[in-house]
């Protein structure tokens, strides 16, 4: 399947106009895209007590998982800084559970600049990993 980032990342730039963040005011989107085409998108959504805070990374799993998707071909992120937007060490870990070896993560900032990254080369020192 041919993956275009550009538009993946486009799209994660919309998904954080939604994010709720008026804590960090650091807006992420994030769009998770599904070996039959399907697309999900999250935002970041905080919470007066940091730690309950939700990525934008993790909610677009959530989306996705709850339609029935557990398989996923590509990931894209964006936040709305110049610097790209990384996951967070928790985000790799619940990213470790559903990509594959080869699903490439877009990580953009705000203006649609990218880098594409594995999850290996994110996570290699992973302790679990559902990675087929
Ligand atoms: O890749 C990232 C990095 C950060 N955030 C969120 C978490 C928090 O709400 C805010 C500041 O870290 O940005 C994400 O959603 N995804
Ligand atoms: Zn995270």
Redesign the pocket.
Known sequence: MKINGMKLVQLAREAAKNAY?PY?C?R?GAVILAPDGKMFCGC?V?NVAFSA?I???RAAVAQAVSAGYTEFVAIA?A?SGMEM????RI?RQVLAEFLRKDTKIFCANSVGKYEVFTLEELLPYRFYTGLK
């Open positions: 963040a960090s650091y992420v970041n905080e805070s990525c934008a990374e992120i936040g937007a990384y996951p967070c985000c």
